[in-house]
């Protein structure tokens, strides 16, 4: 298993940093957003790849991936206003811990990136690097787009 790191560009969101974080770090607002329509055009972009049954609470997400079984993330560390730490368990293929870190530009506009770990077998890295290469920008595209409140 080989480790590689994916990192997001830099991207602004027309928020106050401490409510971007707020929202971020608890999955239980993401549930609602990634059932109501999110999920649905990640199954239509990626075909191979279906995923269902989403289900959060505060600290963690499970779904069910498409021939791979229950997968799940879970927040590990938070340093708030600034970072959130995500890890994986459950039907992955590949081992990810992830961060997202958040910088205030003024009071109501913040930056924000992305860096995924994945720890990956090469069979696998050959077949989803590119798809993680693009995949953590819009990524960071669309947490600029959540309806922060």
Not at 3 to 15: A, G, M, R, W
Request: aromatic share 8%; charged share 20%; with cysteine.
């Amino acid at each position: 298993m080989a480790l590689q790191k994916y990192v997001s560009d830099i991207k602004v969101i027309e928020q106050n940093q401490d409510i971007v974080y707020n929202y971020l770090s608890n999955f239980e607002n993401l549930s609602t957003y990634v059932n109501e329509g999110l999920l649905a055009k990640m199954n239509e972009s990626v075909p191979q790849i279906q995923v269902s049954d989403f289900e959060s609470d505060n600290d963690s997400c499970r779904f069910n991936i498409s021939g791979m079984g229950q997968a799940e993330i879970r927040i590990i560390d938070r340093e708030p206003s600034k970072t959130i730490k995500i890890n994986s368990s459950g039907g992955l293929p590949i081992g990810i811990t992830f961060w997202i870190q958040l910088l205030p530009v003024t009071p109501y506009q913040s930056k924000i990136k992305l860096t995924l770990h994945a720890e990956m077998s090469m069979m696998i890295k050959m077949m989803v690097n590119k798809k993680l290469e693009k995949g953590i920008n819009q990524l960071a595209d669309m947490l600029t787009q959540l309806p922060y409140r």
